[in-house]
């Protein structure tokens, strides 16, 4: 994992770069998470990578390394009330909005993951699969992942029933058998649910 397309745009003139990620977007329970995070040089060797290549010892290991070595870095989520109210993709921009604005230096430009770009209100480069190309999208893709994972496990400790540490939210078989055991629960996302009977 390279600092290429960070380079790319400080060769450009933007000298505080931030990449930005989601986790969450497809599960039917919880909030989408999402990260930016600044990173210095020099980090290559770290074995930062896309969370969805790596283990979750591994996910877990770098999760603490980001925090302690990133020059600022942010998460953030939007709840499952808004995915409903405003979409799940206007829901994801949200939550990366948010994580721009908690960082504690304000970036000049943002690397985003995917081909959408959230009007953070910075310039900002859309990167298809970028978590596997950027090494700063890939940080926030760690952030996000594991913050999110540590969410759905509290929240099994207060819905039990569901099993949201097996599932983390996902759509599951073990998780529809749990929704039609057991009914919708106000933690899940009531518009992802619309065709459950069809299940």
């Known amino acids: 994992m390279t600092y290429e ?3 790319l745009l400080k060769e ?3 000298s505080v770069v931030c990449g930005i990620d ?3 977007r497809g599960p039917l329970a919880g909030p989408v998470f999402a990260a930016a995070v600044i990173l210095p040089d020099g980090l290559e060797e770290l074995g930062i990578n896309d969370s969805k290549k ?3 010892k591994k996910r877990d290991t770098l999760f603490e390394i980001i925090k302690e070595k990133a020059v600022s870095w942010s998460v953030a989520s939007a709840s499952e009330k808004e995915i409903d109210e ?3 993709l206007n829901a994801t921009f949200l939550a990366m909005k948010r994580a721009v604005e908690g960082l504690d230096i304000c970036p000049d430009a943002a690397l985003v993951d995917g081909n959408r770009k959230p009007s953070t209100g910075i310039p ?3 990167l298809v699969k970028g978590d596997a190309k950027s090494i700063s999208i890939a940080a926030a893709s ?3 992942k594991v913050s999110r994972d540590r969410y759905l496990s509290e929240l099994d400790k207060q819905y039990p029933e569901y099993q949201f540490s097996k599932h983390k939210g996902y759509p599951t078989k073990l998780h529809y058998e749990m929704i039609k055991e ?3 629960s106000p933690v899940h996302r009531l518009s992802f649910l619309k065709n459950l009977g069809e299940k």
């Open 182 to 184: 057991h009914g919708i």
């Open 54 to 56: 790596l283990s979750e």
């Open 142 to 144: 760690i952030l996000a």
């Open 86 to 88: 405003i979409n799940i």
């Open 22 to 24: 989601e986790a969450g």
């Open 124 to 126: 900002e480069m859309t």
């Open 5 to 7: 397309y960070e380079n």
């Open 12 to 14: 450009k003139g933007f």
